[in-house]
C-alpha cells in the first residue's frame, strides 16, 4: 500500500510557476512511469524509465520534464503550464520493463490557475 | 487514439449481484490483457490479469472472459459486496508494459 509515495498530493500554481512532484518507491523496482488522469481522457501514459534511463516519451509537450537520479526516485518538473493540464498525476513502477504488474503511488491532484 | 472501448460507464447492484464491465479493443497487438481497480483517493491496483492464449481466469470472486476473435475481454465480480464499490479499468497493453487504459467504469454495490 505505501510502497510507492507521491508528494505533494495536492499543489495550486499559477502558469507562470515552477514547480516539482516526486515519486519515491520502496520496493526495489527498476521501472518507473508517469501517467495523467484527467476528468475528459483516460489514464494516459507520459514516461518511462528504465534503471534510470528514459525509454518511452509519449509525445508529452516540453513544460513537463522528468527526471530519474535513481530508481526509487522520480520527478516531474513543471513550467508554464496550461489549465487544461489540471489533472491527478500518477506515478508507478515494477520491477522492470517488460514487466506485468505495475504498482501505483495515490497521485499528486495538481490544478493549474 | 481510441483503441479500448470500455462500457458501461457506471453501474449500480444489489449485494450478491453479478457487475459485468466489458472492454473492446482495435489493437491486436496487445499481448496482455490486465483490469485495474481504482478507490477515491487512491492510485490503480491490479486486480487481474489474463493473457490472450487463455479463454477465461478466476481468482476468488473476480473473473476474465476472453474473447480474441470478437476483440474484447470483461470482468465479472461474483457475489460482489459494498467493498467492491469502485471504480475498474480495463488497460490492455503492448509488450506488458505499455498499459491502455479504457475510460473506466464506476461500480456502486448497494448493501
Known amino acids: 500500500e505505501t510502497g510507492v509515495t507521491q508528494t505533494p498530493r495536492h499543489l495550486v500554481m499559477g502558469m507562470t510557476n515552477k514547480k516539482s512532484l516526486k515519486c519515491e518507491q520502496h520496493l526495489g523496482h527498476n521501472a518507473m512511469y508517469w501517467y495523467k488522469q484527467s476528468a475528459k481522457k483516460p489514464l494516459e501514459l507520459m514516461f518511462v524509465?528504465?534503471?534510470?534511463?528514459?525509454?518511452e516519451n509519449n509525445s508529452v509537450p516540453s513544460r513537463f520534464s522528468p527526471e530519474c537520479p535513481n530508481s526509487s526516485h522520480l520527478f516531474l518538473h513543471l513550467h508554464t503550464l496550461q489549465p487544461e493540464d489540471s489533472a491527478l498525476y500518477l506515478c508507478a513502477s515494477s520491477p522492470r520493463t517488460f514487466q506485468e504488474t505495475q504498482y501505483f503511488g495515490p497521485g499528486t491532484r495538481l490544478l493549474v490557475l | 487514439q481510441q483503441q479500448v472501448k470500455q462500457s458501461p460507464q457506471s453501474l449500480i447492484v444489489q449485494k450478491g449481484g453479478i457487475p459485468i464491465i466489458n472492454c473492446a479493443y482495435e489493437n491486436t497487438a496487445f499481448d496482455y490483457f490486465p483490469w485495474y481497480q481504482q478507490f477515491p483517493g487512491k492510485g490503480p491496483a491490479l486486480l487481474i490479469a489474463i493473457r490472450p492464449d487463455v479463454s477465461e481466469k478466476k481468482e476468488g470472486r473476480f473473473t476474465i472472459s476472453f474473447n480474441k476473435s470478437a476483440k474484447q475481454f470483461s470482468l465479472h465480480i461474483m457475489d460482489s459486496q459494498p467493498g467492491d464499490s469502485a471504480t475498474y479499468f480495463c488497460?490492455?497493453?503492448?509488450?506488458?508494459?505499455?498499459?491502455?487504459f479504457g475510460a473506466g467504469t464506476t461500480v456502486t454495490v448497494r448493501a
Open positions: 488497460a490492455p497493453a503492448l509488450n506488458d508494459y505499455k498499459l491502455s
Open positions: 524509465y528504465n534503471f534510470k534511463e528514459q525509454t
